[in-house]
Nanobody
Framework: QVQLVESGGGLVQAGGSLRLSCAAS????????MGWFRQAPGKEREFVAG???????YYADSVKGRFTISRDNAKNTVYLQLASLKVEDTAVYYC???????????WGQGTQVTVSS
């Protein structure tokens, strides 16, 4: 069973930046496609960004050009660099293994990102 632990969230002003991390357990991390999702209050969880095992990346239109997903297979970690943050980016951010934009495993605790105006 793969366990996922997100970290790096916080309170930031609009226009600011944060880097989120997601540490995964297990020996096969490098073979997983990984993704980030977010859930804002009162809204459904939504896909944000994905990175395939071969390092190709793809993004939701709402974050394209502002967020960057990357991975370090030696550390079993996937990152999400958030830049030019907007108030509407406020949400709990989660990572997961994915197939395209579909999450495959149980969710971790997530990490809260709050963007103030």
């Amino acid at each position: 069973q793969v366990q996922l632990v997100e970290s790096g969230g916080g309170l930031v002003q609009a226009g600011g930046s944060l880097r989120l991390s997601c540490a995964a357990s297990g020996r096969y991390f490098s073979t997983y496609n990984m993704g980030w999702f977010r859930q804002a209050p009162g809204k459904e969880r939504e896909f944000v960004a994905g990175i395939r095992s071969g390092d190709s990346t793809y993004y939701a239109d709402s974050v394209k050009g502002r967020f960057t997903i990357s991975r370090d297979n030696a550390k079993n970690t996937v990152y999400l660099q958030l830049a030019s943050l907007k108030v509407e980016d406020t949400a709990v951010y989660y990572c997961n293994t994915i197939r395209e934009r579909i999450p495959l495993r149980s969710w971790g605790q997530g990490t809260q990102v709050t963007v103030s105006s």
